[in-house]
C-alpha cells in the first residue's frame, strides 16, 4: 500500500503555495480595491460617470473573458512561465496606471491589467496539482486557495481606504508592484513548472468571447447615459451575434475553448446561474454604496473601509460555515437561505436617505454582504462535483469565470442603473443661479457635483452638495431594488434547480457504503 501512496508534501510546496496564494488574492481584491478609491481617482481623472464605470468594472470582464484561454495557453506553453510573465505585465503595467492622468489611458491600462490576470489564476490553481499529489493536502490547499479569493474580493475596500488614507489613490495600483516582484523571484525557485505541449488554444473563440461581452455591456451603459437609442440597441444585438457565433463555434469545436455541453448538467447551469446572479446583485451595489459612504456619509476612505470592515468580517465566517452546513442540509436550500438574507438587507437599502445614521447604514452592509457567502463558498464543488473527472478543469473555470463576471455584470449593469437614477433627479434638485459648467458637472455624476461645489460659494456650494447627495441616494435606492429582484430569482433558482443535490454528507457516506466490500 505505501507503494503507491502519493508522496507528501514538505516546507518548499508550503511555501510554493504562499507563492500561488499571495498574489491570487491580490488579483481578486482587485476586483474591489476601487471602489473606494473611485471619488479620489474621479478628482484627479475628471471622467465621465460613463468613464468612471468603465474603469471599475473593465478589469474583470477582460479577466473573465480570458480566463479559460490564458488556462489553456499555460498548458502550452507552461503554467509557471505564464504566470511569471503575467506579474511581470501586471507590476509594469500598474506602475503606468499610477501615473496616468487621462481617464479614457487609465480604462486601457485596467484591461491590460485584467489580461495579466487572466495568465496568473489559472496558472495558481493549476500549479497547485502539481505540488501537492496527496488528495488530503491538496484539498486543504485549495482551500486555503479559495479562502484568500474570498478574503481579497471582501477586503479590497479595506486596503483602499488604508492606502488613500496615507497615500493616494496611486498606491491602490502601486501595492501590487512589490508582490509581482516576489511572484516573479520566487515562483522559479519555489514552484515547478507544468506544461501539455498538446493543449491547443483557441484565441479568436476568446476574443469573440470579450468582444460579445463589451459590446452588450457598451449598449447598457450608452442607455444608462441617455445617448441616442439607435446606437445602443444595435451594440445590444451585435454583442448578442456574437454571443451565439461564440456558442456555434464552440458546439462545432474538437477541443473548445468553453465547453458549453456541460451547461446541459442542471447542477452545473443552477449553480453557475446562482452564483452570476448573486454576484451581479452585489457588484452593484457594492460599488455605489462605498461612494454613498463618502459622498453622503461624508466618510473619510479609512473610515469608509472600516465601516465595511464588520460585514467583510462576517462574509469570511459564513463562507467557512457553509461547506459544515451543506454537509447536514441540501446545498441548494443554504444558498437559498444566503440570497432570501440578502434580499432583507437591499429592502433596507432603499430605505436609506441623505440623514440615515452610519449605524444603520452598517448594519443594512452586515445583513446584505454576507449573503453572498454560500454561492461563493459552495459553487465550485457543486459544479466540478457534477461533471466527469476529465471535464473538472474546465468546469472549475467556468466557476472562476462566473465569480469575475458577476460582480463586473453588477458594477456595470446595476451601477448604470444607479447613474440613470441619479440624473433623472438631480436635475429637479439643483439650486437656480448655477453656472452653466457647474450644472452640467453635478448633473453628470456625484463625483462632478461635488467638484463643482468645491468651486462654488457659501449657501449655494452647499445646496449643490445636498442636492447631489439626495439624488445619489436615490439613484442608491433604485439599484438596491433591482438588485432585490435579481437576488430573489437567484434565491428561487438555487431551491428549484439545485434541490436534487444531496447534503455532502449523506452524498459521502452513500459513496463509502457503495465502495465498500
Do not use: C
Request: glycine share 10%.
Amino acid at each position: 500500500m505505501s507503494d503507491t501512496a502519493a508522496p507528501r508534501a514538505g516546507a518548499k510546496q508550503w511555501w510554493g503555495l504562499a507563492v500561488l496564494v499571495i498574489p491570487s488574492t491580490l488579483l481578486f481584491m482587485m476586483l474591489t480595491i476601487l471602489f473606494l478609491a473611485a471619488p479620489n481617482l474621479a478628482a484627479d481623472l475628471n471622467p465621465s460617470s460613463t468613464q468612471l464605470l468603465w474603469i471599475l468594472d473593465i478589469y474583470g470582464f477582460v479577466m473573465a473573458g480570458f480566463l479559460v484561454a490564458m488556462g489553456v495557453l499555460g498548458d502550452r506553453i507552461g503554467k509557471r512561465l505564464l504566470m511569471v510573465i503575467g506579474a511581470i505585465l501586471f507590476a509594469a503595467v500598474s506602475i503606468a496606471a499610477a501615473l496616468t492622468t487621462i481617464p479614457e489611458l487609465m480604462i486601457v491600462w485596467r484591461a491590460i491589467l485584467g489580461l495579466a490576470a487572466a495568465m496568473m489564476v489559472p496558472a495558481t490553481i493549476g500549479l497547485i496539482f502539481v505540488l501537492f499529489a496527496d488528495a488530503k493536502q491538496r484539498g486543504v490547499a485549495i482551500g486555503v486557495w479559495a479562502g484568500g479569493i474570498s478574503a481579497g474580493v471582501a477586503l479590497g475596500p479595506l486596503l483602499s481606504g488604508l492606502l488613500l488614507e496615507a497615500f493616494g489613490w496611486q498606491a491602490t495600483f502601486l501595492v501590487a508592484v512589490p508582490i509581482m516582484a516576489l511572484v516573479a523571484i520566487a515562483a522559479p525557485i519555489l514552484v515547478p513548472e507544468h506544461r501539455d505541449p498538446s493543449a491547443r488554444i483557441d484565441l479568436f473563440s476568446a476574443l469573440l468571447l470579450v468582444a460579445g461581452l463589451l459590446a452588450i455591456i457598451y449598449g447598457i451603459k450608452r442607455f444608462a447615459a441617455q445617448e441616442p437609442a439607435g446606437p445602443s440597441i444595435g451594440l445590444l444585438v451585435a454583442g448578442a451575434l456574437i454571443g451565439l457565433w461564440f456558442v456555434i463555434r464552440q458546439l462545432r469545436a474538437k477541443q473548445p475553448l468553453l465547453d458549453v455541453r456541460l451547461f446541459a448538467n442542471r447542477t452545473v447551469s443552477g449553480a453557475l446561474a446562482v452564483f452570476l446572479l448573486s454576484a451581479a446583485a452585489l457588484g452593484g451595489v457594492y460599488s455605489l454604496f462605498t461612494q454613498y459612504l463618502q459622498h453622503v456619509q461624508e466618510l473619510s476612505p479609512l473610515q469608509a473601509g472600516l465601516s465595511i470592515l464588520p460585514a467583510a468580517a462576517v462574509l469570511i465566517v459564513v463562507s467557512t460555515l457553509s461547506p459544515v452546513l451543506a454537509r447536514r442540509f441540501r446545498p441548494g436550500n443554504v444558498i437559498a437561505v444566503g440570497l432570501l438574507t440578502q434580499v432583507v438587507g437591499y429592502i433596507l437599502f432603499t430605505q436609506l436617505d441623505a440623514g440615515t445614521g452610519l449605524a444603520l447604514v452598517i448594519a443594512s452592509f452586515v445583513i446584505t454582504y454576507p449573503g453572498v457567502a454560500p454561492s461563493m463558498a459552495l459553487t465550485t464543488d457543486l459544479v466540478v462535483g457534477s461533471v466527469p473527472p476529465e471535464k473538472t478543469g474546465g468546469a472549475s473555470g467556468l466557476a472562476t469565470t462566473a465569480n469575475d463576471l458577476g460582480i463586473s455584470l453588477g458594477v456595470a449593469v446595476i451601477g448604470s442603473v444607479g447613474i440613470a437614477a441619479y440624473r433623472s433627479q438631480i436635475g429637479d434638485l439643483l439650486p437656480g443661479g448655477l453656472p452653466a459648467d457647474a450644472a452640467a458637472a453635478a448633473s453628470d455624476s456625484v463625483d462632478g457635483a461635488m467638484a463643482a461645489a468645491a468651486q462654488l460659494h457659501g449657501a449655494l456650494g452647499e445646496q449643490v452638495v445636498a442636492a447631489a447627495q439626495t439624488a445619489f441616494t436615490g439613484g442608491l435606492n433604485t439599484a438596491a431594488i433591482v438588485s432585490a429582484v435579481i437576488a430573489g430569482l437567484a434565491a428561487i433558482i438555487a431551491a428549484t434547480r439545485l434541490r436534487h443535490v444531496r447534503p455532502t454528507g449523506e452524498a459521502q457516506q452513500a459513496a463509502e457504503e457503495q465502495a465498500a466490500p
